[in-house]
């Protein structure tokens, strides 16, 4: 069964961190390219980062980029995403996705809510 289980969320103050972390199962985690997104009410889902397979790789939204960091760990089967200096801007609730380039399989995770708010 596969499982993409996020975890890390909650409210945090304008300028804070969080570190948000992706637990997958059920599938090879190294053979996808790994994705964290983000939704906010009304808007559309927006890629935040992505990171290829190997881990060497790494891709930002402009509107992230400098705040925020993504790393896996083929060994555990995790993905983990840095969030630094954040924005209200921020809020969101935040999902994890494997893309499997080749053949296309997807997975997402349920989401962690990401609150920014003084």
């Known amino acids: 069964q596969v499982q993409l289980v996020e975890s890390g969320g909650g409210l945090v103050q304008p300028g804070g961190s969080l570190r948000l972390s992706c637990a997958a199962s059920g599938f090879t985690f190294s053979n996808y390219v790994m994705n964290w997104y983000r939704q906010a009410p009304g808007k559309e889902r927006e890629l935040v980062a992505v990171?290829?397979?190997?881990?060497?790789?790494?891709t930002y939204a402009d509107s992230v980029k400098g705040r925020v960091t993504i790393t896996r760990d083929n060994a555990k089967n995790t993905v983990d995403l840095q969030m630094n200096s954040l924005k209200p801007a921020d809020t969101a609730v935040y999902l994890c996705?494997?893309?499997?380039?080749?053949?296309?399989?997807?997975?997402w995770g349920q989401g962690t809510q990401v609150t920014v708010s003084s």
């Open positions: 996705n494997a893309r499997e380039p080749f053949i296309k399989i997807t997975y």
């Open positions: 990171i290829t397979r190997d881990g060497t790789t790494t």
